[in-house]
Each structure stands twice: as C-alpha cells, then as structure tokens.
C-alpha cells in the first residue's frame, strides 16, 4: 500500500508561479511510475503530467506544455510540479498518483493508476 499526500495549492493571480509537492509512504517508491491528474468542477479528471520511475522521461498533456515541470527525488520519496505563467483554466483540485508496472513510462492514462492522494486546491484569479 501507498499513502501520497499532496501539499502546496493555494490562490494564485495569472502569471504566477506555484510548486506542488507529493509525499509517498513508501520504502520502493523509485519502482513507482508517477503522475499527476486535475479536476475542475463539472469536469472529469484529466491528466496533467507524468514521470517515470528514474526520472530521465516524462510526458505532459498540452495544455501545459512549456508552463509545467513535473521531478521527482527517489532519495526522498517526493514527486514535484512546478507551475509557470498560470492562467485561470489551471484552476482545479491537483492529485497525485502513483501506478507499477514492469514497463518503464509515464502513462497519461489515469485508469492505470493504482494509488490516488487527497488532491490540494488550486485557485487561479484573472
């Protein structure tokens, strides 16, 4: 079992800066693909960004292409996103998650996913 917990949403103005951090509870979290996923209200959970369980790729949705930058450090079980130039469309709550497998990749398929965090709000103002 894998306990994540997200930390660091918060209100933010457009063309703000924001880091999201995710702790796992695990002593083999360098075997762990991971990922995070979003939710607007209303809307369905879509994917974010993804990496892979070295670190040496990753793979983002569109939307956030050049503004986000998913990292991880296996030596200390966390998994980062740094958030660039924000708009009000990455308004959302942000969820860590986490999946094995015995292909290496950064799937951007949420239903691959086998461990889910808490998620953390964030808030972008216009």
């Known amino acids: 079992q894998v306990q994540l917990v997200e930390s660091g949403g918060r209100l933010v103005q457009a063309g703000d800066s924001l880091r999201l951090s995710c702790a796992a509870s695990?002593?083999?979290?360098?075997?762990?693909?991971m990922g995070w996923f979003r939710q607007a209200p209303g809307k369905e959970r879509e994917f974010v960004a993804a990496?892979?369980?070295?670190?040496?790729?990753?793979n983002y949705a569109d939307s956030v292409k050049g503004r986000f930058t998913i990292s991880r450090e296996n030596a200390k079980n966390t998994v980062s996103l740094q958030m660039n130039n924000m708009k009000p469309e990455d308004t959302a709550v942000y969820y860590c998650?986490?999946?094995?497998?015995?292909?290496?990749?950064?799937?951007?398929?949420?239903?691959?996913?086998?461990?889910w965090g808490q998620g953390t709000q964030v808030t972008v103002s216009s």
């Open positions: 998650a986490a999946y094995s497998s015995t292909y290496a990749g950064a799937s951007s398929n949420r239903y691959v996913y086998d461990y």
């Open positions: 695990t002593r083999t979290f360098s075997r762990f693909s």
């Open positions: 990496i892979t369980r070295s670190g040496v790729g990753t």
